[in-house]
């Protein structure tokens, strides 16, 4: 794993906006992306990898800046 990644409370309401399939979906391929580094279990659909690319960002996004206050 080469980042950081930090759920924030921003980003556990963005999960809590999502029906249990989308949350399960999203954090399932969040971990084998950037955490584990293997392949998808589950392929995604156009419509779900465009949610999922924005969601990753993201959560990309609050992991940096979470971190850089930790730093400061």
């Given at each position: 794993?080469?980042?950081?990644?930090?759920?924030?409370?921003?980003?556990?309401?963005?999960?809590?906006?999502?029906?249990?399939?989308?949350?399960?979906?999203?954090l399932?391929?969040?971990?084998?992306?950037?955490?584990?580094?293997?392949?998808?279990?589950?392929?995604?659909?156009?419509?779900?990898?465009?949610?999922?690319?924005?969601?990753?960002?993201?959560?990309?996004?609050?992991?940096r800046?979470?971190?850089?206050?930790q730093?400061?």
């Amino acid at each position: 794993m080469n980042t950081t990644i930090v759920i924030t409370p921003r980003v556990i309401a963005r999960l809590a906006n999502m029906t249990p399939d989308e949350r399960h979906l999203m954090l399932d391929t969040l971990c084998c992306d950037e955490i584990l580094h293997i392949e998808r279990r589950t392929p995604l659909s156009i419509v779900d990898e465009l949610a999922y690319m924005m969601f990753r960002s993201n959560v990309i996004n609050e992991s940096r800046s979470y971190t850089s206050q930790q730093v400061s």
